[in-house]
């Protein structure tokens, strides 16, 4: 298996228009997870989900965040409208079980200006 | 809330020498503990993982601990070399309620290791 793969691996956008990141876990694993890394804050949850339902989205922090996942093998994180406090590196992660090593994608580093 | 600390924040070695990496939270009912590797610009990479019934894992050069009770792990990295320089994270796996988990990490120590 490829492992995560997350695309784009960099994204630069205007204020105010739609991101769409995008990632595709690892065949067989039932969970996924979307994360937001920054040097203030450091990993941050955002939204997870259990065979392809969203089990937690406490951590998505406005509206303009919104998460997809349509089959096992694909899930989407958009922003919209975004803003330039959006910019950081966000991370999908997938693992078998809740109690199994998570794995983590290469990132996407989202740059709003 | 858990809360998870990682002290030192940056870490700077000789090449050869032995270390330890510390990590602390605060709420003991975690389901296992997991150490990751992070290089600038790249992704996570899992190199351990503890479940809360185990006291112990190794790999190579590496050795984790945990000690749930006092609610600390710690990373031994056995004679260090220039290519583990990283940033290495911890985290802990705990339900949050209403059937929820969460995986919560420490901001990391960035590690360099000085030939």
């Known amino acids: 298996d490829a492992g995560v793969i997350q695309s784009p691996r960099h994204e630069v956008t205007e204020m105010g228009q739609e991101v769409t990141l995008r990632c595709k876990p690892i065949s067989g694993h039932d969970y996924l997870f979307w994360y937001r890394q920054t040097m203030m804050r450091g990993l941050e949850l955002l939204i997870y989900?259990?065979?392809?339902?969203?089990?937690?989205d406490s951590g998505m922090p406005e509206d303009r965040f919104s998460a997809k996942m349509p089959n096992a093998s694909f899930s989407t994180l958009k922003i919209q409208p975004s803003e330039p406090r959006d910019s950081a590196v966000y991370f999908c992660?997938?693992?078998?079980?809740?109690?199994?090593?998570?794995?983590f994608g290469q990132g996407t580093r989202l740059t709003v200006v | 809330k858990q809360e998870v600390t990682q002290i030192p924040a940056a870490l700077s070695v000789p090449e050869g020498e032995n270390l330890v990496l510390n990590c602390s939270f605060t709420?003991?009912?975690?389901?296992?503990l997991q150490w990751f590797r992070q290089d600038p610009g790249k992704g996570l990479t899992s190199l351990l993982l503890?479940?809360?019934?185990?006291r112990e894992q190794t790999s190579g050069r590496l050795n984790a601990s945990l000690d749930k009770s006092s609610g600390r792990s710690t990373l031994y990295i056995a004679a260090s070399q220039p290519g583990d320089s990283a940033t290495y994270l911890c985290a802990v796996t705990a339900y949050s309620g209403a059937g929820s988990y969460q995986l919560t990490f420490g901001k990391g120590t960035k590690l360099s290791v000085i030939p």
């Open positions: 992660a997938s693992s078998f079980r809740t109690s199994s090593e998570a794995f």
């Open positions: 989900f259990n065979n392809n339902v969203p089990i937690d």
């Open positions: 709420d003991s009912a975690i389901y296992n």
């Open positions: 503890i479940q809360s019934s185990q």
